[in-house]
């Protein structure tokens, strides 16, 4: 703004300095100077205003890379806070921190305390203010960040077989329990696995008494997973619990469906577990078939059945062999898997060039494992058929990459987690229609299935879909092609973490 004088010329010119306050009225007080800016902030000690904004300073060029002063700072965290006050913003509690009504802003500390105005004052900090802002956001972002993690804790007690780890007794039931383990650790939970050992489902007193003890050490109201086969077979111990606890019963196969069984015992353990499944806060089951069982079977209200069903890692394309005569079978040797069928199938088709690998544990039906090598040696098979025992990690991978051909001959399955590890490799599968294994085997984006599926305990059927293997190269083909494409439609174990950690989480927000 210009002010021209009476002789035409200009005698004052002001672009952008401010009208001076002194002649605004001043409030009363004591103590007040002269200036309306100093008296403002006296007014009430220096709280609750809003500081002046202090002279614009000379940039220090710090951050650039190239300058000293940032090279030496280079090593110390910080947030970087341009011109930021350092007093919390609204609607923010930090536990231990002194809110904004009880500490001073740094940049009016500092103002107050700078040369030029009145002389630095004793007991103040005389830092610059960029320096303690950096700091007091460093202890800001520090306490937030503990006191996140504190809040975010979610503990859960996991109740396992004992021989989870054991090789020997490698299983999908121990398989799935360690992965849900660690996938919930990873994912915010405190998991305090409690691994009971004793001959699950029907355990001797002394497991059971171990049980007991193991439930009533947890605390009241805490969150409980047990694994079914610990769990189902003993209402006596668990039930007692469910009125104190969140129990949630994970079920992998209903008991009284174990093949093998006599009908006697298997109806005593299907009441037993319908006990205990009707005093849990929730059940889960491995499959949707699994979940279906449980409804129909025990009287189940579909609300209170969960499913999480198995993931699968991602794996290479198994390379096979030639691409049709080795064949791999993976599980324990228990009348349930069926490997007896198969050798009785295999010797039906003696006449074609195959081998056979049956992986899985030796121990858990001595009885069943000696009529499997009966049969084997009886067909002269002793060249062809391999009982390899368990085999896990490297080991496994290895016989899946030479496989060409996945074959379950199960009389029972309730989701069939070796299927879903073939087609991870793009291995396709000659299988048994029990239980959730259709729903595993599903089909590929074309809507092909990627494999073949037989009757149950059908042994010339199964010896027919083997033949039609053999002997039909486009056959082959078309389901190796349909197994690889279906490899990318797989879910991994994160989103069964994700699906048991729902349920958890449901269960922690109910009130005890």
């Not at 303690?132 to 007690?157: D, F, K, W």
């Amino acid at each position: 703004m210009g002010r021209v004088a009476g002789n035409g010329r200009v005698g004052l010119v002001q672009h952008h300095g401010s009208r001076s306050r002194h002649d605004r009225p001043q409030l009363p007080g004591r103590g007040l100077r002269s200036g309306a800016a100093t008296a403002r902030r006296d007014v009430r000690g220096g709280r609750d205003v809003p500081p002046c904004r202090s002279r614009r300073r000379r940039h220090r060029r710090r951050h650039r890379a190239g300058h000293p002063g940032a090279r030496r700072g280079a090593g110390r965290p910080q947030l970087p806070q341009p011109r930021r006050r350092t007093c919390l913003r609204r609607h923010q509690h930090l536990h231990g921190v002194p809110r904004q009504g009880h500490r001073r802003s740094a940049c009016r500390a500092s103002a107050r305390g700078r040369a030029g105005r009145g002389g630095p004052r004793p007991g103040r900090d005389h830092r610059r203010v960029a320096r303690v802002a950096r700091r007091l956001g460093e202890l800001r972002a520090r306490s937030v960040t503990t006191i996140a993690a504190a809040a975010g804790v979610r503990p859960v007690h996991v109740v396992v077989p004992g021989d989870i780890d054991d090789v020997a007794a490698a299983s999908g039931g121990n398989a799935y329990d360690r992965r849900v383990c660690r996938g919930l650790s990873a994912t915010g939970w405190s998991v305090r696995e409690l691994a009971v050992p004793g001959a699950w489902p029907r355990p001797d007193s002394a497991a059971r008494a171990s049980l007991a003890r193991t439930l009533a050490a947890v605390p009241d109201g805490a969150v409980v997973l047990l694994d079914g086969l610990v769990a189902c077979g003993v209402p006596d111990v668990v039930v007692p619990q469910a009125r104190r606890l969140r129990l949630v019963v994970l079920v992998h196969l209903p008991l009284g469906d174990e093949a093998g069984l006599a009908p006697g015992p298997a109806a005593e353990l299907a009441a037993l577990e319908r006990e205990t499944l009707h005093a849990a806060s929730a059940v889960v089951g491995t499959s949707p078939w699994a979940a279906r069982r449980l409804v129909a079977h025990h009287g189940l209200g579909a609300d209170r059945v969960q499913v999480a069903t198995p993931g699968v890692d991602p794996a290479p394309p198994a390379p096979g062999t030639d691409g049709a005569s080795r064949l791999l079978c993976v599980g324990s040797v228990t009348p349930t898997k069926g490997q007896d069928l198969l050798v009785e199938a295999l010797a039906a088709t003696a006449d074609l060039p195959w081998s056979c690998d049956l992986v899985g544990p030796l121990r858990r039906a001595p009885a069943h494992l000696a009529a499997v090598r009966r049969s084997i040696e009886r067909h002269r098979f002793s060249e062809r058929v391999r009982l390899t025992g368990p085999r896990t990690g490297a080991q496994l991978a290895a016989a899946f990459a030479a496989a060409d051909l996945l074959v379950l001959p199960s009389r029972v399955e309730s989701y069939g987690m070796v299927v879903a590890e073939a087609l991870a490799r793009g291995i396709p599968v000659l299988a048994a229609a029990v239980g959730g294994v259709p729903e595993t085997l599903g089909h590929d984006p074309d809507g092909r299935m990627p494999g073949i599926v037989v009757p149950p305990a059908d042994v010339a059927a199964l010896a027919a879909a083997l033949r039609r293997w053999f002997g039909e190269p486009a056959l082959r083909e078309g389901l190796r092609r349909s197994a690889r494409k279906r490899r990318g439609t797989l879910d991994g174990w994160e989103v069964t973490t994700r699906c048991l950690a729902g349920v958890l989480e449901r269960l922690r927000g109910t009130p005890g």
